[in-house]
């Protein structure tokens, strides 16, 4: 069956290091997208990708980096610049032309700074 | 930007109805989502608005109405695993990468 995998699904990042979470989808789907939830509050965009070798920054990009080297791979890596990156992340995917039903969620890799 | 305001929490009795609102402030519309998300699960859709008026699709409904940036969720009958958040999102335009932005989510508890 296609769907978007994300793992680990529970990571622990010890301070000052770098740490990259998976997203790999089998959809054939153009664009991919990462998230970022904190207890009791919404999604925010971090990063996207429309196309391979292009991505643009969300609205809290800073600490954060992505590559779109194949389509169905994006990973994010959450850097040491990033000062509080203990959080719930979601990868989402969606083909060119989506209408309401073109997002595709993964199941979340919880992160935790030890 | 893009401004999406809904309220914190809710509670509500198994069997009641529910109406979660959705105000939004956006810069391109191009589509209005409701999701439910249950604690450390990814967001389920549930409904999508383009156009002004009524969704209803079995015991949940989504209304919206773009001149006045406002959504409702209905919830009817209510059954204990409804108890979850409800997030509203809106779609960005294409231009823009499509992108949806998330309001801060709606916890809703329902009891016995």
């Known amino acids: 069956d296609g769907g978007i995998t994300q793992s680990p699904k529970y990571l622990f990042r010890k301070e000052g290091q770098n740490v990259t979470l998976s997203c790999e989808q089998n959809l054939n789907h153009d664009a991919m997208y990462w998230y970022r939830q904190d207890p009791g509050q919404g999604l925010r965009l971090i990063y996207y990708s429309q196309i391979v070798n292009d991505f643009q920054k969300g609205d809290i990009a800073e600490g954060y980096s992505v590559s779109r080297e194949k389509k169905e791979s994006f990973p994010l890596t959450v850097t040491s610049a990033q000062k509080n990156p203990t959080a719930f992340y979601l990868c989402?995917?969606?083909?060119?032309?989506?209408?309401?039903?073109?997002?595709?969620f993964g199941s979340g890799t919880r992160l935790t700074v030890v | 930007g893009q401004n999406i305001d809904q309220p914190t929490e809710m509670t509500a009795t198994e069997g009641a109805i529910v109406q979660i609102n959705c105000t939004y402030q956006t810069s391109g519309f191009n589509g209005l989502f409701w999701y439910q998300q249950h604690a450390g699960e990814a967001p389920t859709f549930l409904s999508y608005?383009?156009?002004?008026g009524l969704e209803e699709k079995g015991r949940f409904s989504s209304f919206l109405s773009r001149s006045k940036g406002y959504s409702y969720l209905l919830l009817k009958e209510l059954q204990m695993k409804d108890s979850a958040s409800y997030l509203c999102?809106?779609?960005?335009?294409?231009?823009?990468?499509?992108?949806?932005?998330f309001g801060g989510g709606t916890r809703v508890l329902v009891k016995p």
């Open positions: 999102a809106v779609r960005g335009l294409k231009a823009a990468g499509n992108k949806l932005t």
């Open positions: 989402a995917s969606r083909p060119a032309e989506a209408g309401a039903w073109g997002y595709t």
């Open positions: 608005n383009v156009l002004d």
